[in-house]
């Protein structure tokens, strides 16, 4: 029986999306192999870490223990309050400057071009400028330029990059959706009226569109903003148990795509 080529799809969402995190952990624990990744926003830098085969210990207690001072830069906003440069050299340092090609999975980061409304996705050149790229939330982060492009965030035209990944040759696709569908959150600063707004109009999109995937993986996380960073390792535990509650589903496919294909 031949065996699928399996492809994971990683969406944006936030602090919310450190459950990718969770997801992975339980995958890599039960030899369930992923041949290709594609993210948008947090799903794109979790992403990166993966395809990179960094171990996903390590990467647990950075996002647990990481200070923001080594990641965030504030600025009087001209067009985000965050410059970015810090997070941008973070994630040179965990890809190890490598570029998106030379990873040992095949990824795919997604942006959007801002002023064009497309998407634009990265399969090669420098890692972290793909990453910097798709995490811009717009209003928060500077957005970047690349190309005579204005790029931010991958969530707003693709929070889940499924057919990214049909286009890489997955035949088998698991997506992790870390939006909730009834969030139940308190809205007290700029930062979470901006980060709520967008997880409202990625939410409404994705509505109305089919999501395409063969299992979707998605984490109880009404409570907790996209902004709680305090919150990681609840994210991890519920990506955990989410991903747990899909393993039948997911052994089941992988095991009779030979004879259905």
Not at 23 to 40: C, M, P, R, T, Y
Request: charged share 25%; net charge negative; hydrophobic share 45%.
């Amino acid at each position: 029986m031949a065996k699928p080529k399996v492809g994971l799809a990683l969406g944006s969402g936030g602090a919310r999306g450190l459950a990718h995190i969770g997801v992975l952990k339980v995958l890599q624990q039960e030899n369930i192999s992923v041949d290709f990744v594609a993210g948008s926003s947090m799903g794109s830098l979790v992403g990166v870490l993966f395809a990179n085969e960094l171990p996903l210990d390590m990467v647990e207690q950075l996002a647990i223990h990481l200070p923001r001072n080594r990641w965030l830069d504030l600025t009087v906003p001209k067009r985000g309050f965050v410059i970015g440069k810090k997070v941008k050299e973070l994630i040179r340092l965990l890809t190890h400057g490598k570029n998106l090609e030379d990873f040992p999975i095949p990824i795919a980061v997604v942006a959007t071009d801002l002023v064009k409304g497309e998407q634009v996705v990265f399969r090669n050149g420098p890692a972290d400028l793909a990453v910097r790229a798709s995490i811009s939330i717009p209003g928060i982060f500077e957005p970047v330029e690349w190309k005579g492009r204005t790029l931010v965030d991958g969530g707003v035209i693709d929070r889940i990059p499924i057919q990214v990944l049909k286009q890489m040759g997955a035949d088998v696709i698991i997506a992790v959706d870390v939006v909730p569908d009834s969030p139940q959150v308190r809205i007290d600063t700029y930062f979470d009226v901006i980060a709520q707004t967008l997880s409202v109009m990625e939410r409404e999109i994705l509505n109305h569109r089919s999501v395409a995937a063969n299992v979707l993986i998605h984490p109880d996380l009404e409570e907790i903003s996209p902004t709680a960073f305090t919150d990681v390792d609840e994210c991890i535990r519920r990506g955990e148990e989410a991903a747990r509650a899909q393993l039948d589903s997911i052994r089941n496919l992988i095991g009779e795509w030979g004879g259905v294909r």
